[in-house]
Every structure is written in C-alpha cells, then in structure tokens.
C-alpha cells in the first residue's frame, strides 16, 4: 500500500535526524552558520516537524494549513525536547497506517506576502502530502548536514540526502567512475 511505504519512508527519514540528534552535544544542537544564512539543527528540526504537526492536526477537517505552525521555541533550543517531538510524531505518522483518512484534502500552504486576504486552498491527497513532507524534511537535513559540516562536525554521508541521489552514488561506485555529493545534487 503506498501510504503504508510513504509512512515507513517517514520513520526512516525520522530515525535518521533522532540518531544525529542524539549525537550531537547541546552546543552543535543550538548553532547556526549565519555567515551563510543557516540556522541551526534544532530550528530545522523544530520546522521540520511543525509542518508534519499541520499535516496531522488537518486530517480529522480535511483541511491541512501549513500557516499553523505552533513554533515551539523549546524544540530549537532544546535536543531532549526536539527527541521527544520527534518521537511523538513518528508514532503519530504509525497510526496512519490504518486509520480511515479523507480520500482528499485541501491545502492551504504559504500565502505570499501581499496577498493574505486571497488564500488559495489547493486540492491533493494524504499521499501527495505525505511525500511533500519527505522531500521538505530532506531539503531541511540537507542544510543541517551543511551547516554542521560548515562548524567542522562530522555527519553521516547520506544524512539529508535524496534515495535517488544514494543511488546514483552506489550506481557511479559501482562503476569505479569517482562521483562525489556535490556532484550528484546537480544531477
């Protein structure tokens, strides 16, 4: 079933960031990169999980609204706090798997500025939300992975890192071809 796979991908995606937060000491946790305009691990993580947040609070409505974000300040700053959260919504996104879910959902995303008083709700599906979800979180690991290999700090190679891309990579590898990260992104 291809909630059940996209679910899965979550947990995986979610264990991913859990085994790097656990790593990292509360410093590495709470620093950003601002000469490059990154924030820092917990910030991602705390967005990261805002949005599935509205994506879970929607469901039962049938209208998700990724505005809503609760912004809890304690998820950046705290990594006991962030582990906790990321915790709750793996089990949260589990119980998906069997729930009765609305066949379609409306989305309102962000309302560029100027425009607020014309929000455009968007037709999709638990499934298109759930992948958007993936890819969003990785985009945002990506950058935590920067930002830390920016401090000097070490990170898993394929953490924040696309399945196609890890492919491509073992696929290159595999052909003794050289193909580095930053090669394979442009790809």
């Known amino acids: 079933m291809p909630r059940r796979f996209l679910i899965d991908a979550h947990r995986r995606l979610l264990d991913q960031a859990e085994t790097l937060v656990t790593a990292l000491d509360a ?56 582990l906790a959260a990321l915790q709750f919504a793996r089990a949260q996104l589990d119980e998906l798997a069997g729930a009765e879910l609305p066949e379609r959902l409306r989305v309102h995303g962000d309302t560029p500025l100027g425009m607020e008083a014309e929000p455009v709700l968007a037709e999709s599906t638990v499934e298109r939300e759930l992948q958007f979800l993936l890819n969003h979180g990785l985009h945002h690991f990506a950058l935590i992975a920067a930002g830390l290999r920016l401090r000097g700090r ?12 890890v492919r491509w990579l073992a696929e290159q590898s595999g052909r003794n071809e050289s193909a580095t990260e930053s090669q394979a992104c442009a790809r």
Not at 44 to 62: E, K, P
Not at 154 to 165: K, L
């Open 27 to 82: 410093e590495d946790y709470r620093a950003g990169v601002p000469a490059a305009q990154l924030a820092s691990p917990g910030a991602h993580l705390r967005h990261v999980l805002d949005m599935v947040g509205c994506f879970l609070r929607g469901l039962a409505s049938g209208v998700v609204d990724y505005e809503t974000r609760v912004r809890d300040e304690s998820i950046e700053a705290d990594p006991i706090a962030g």
């Open 154 to 165: 070490t990170v898993p190679p394929d953490f924040g890192m696309a399945p196609s891309t």
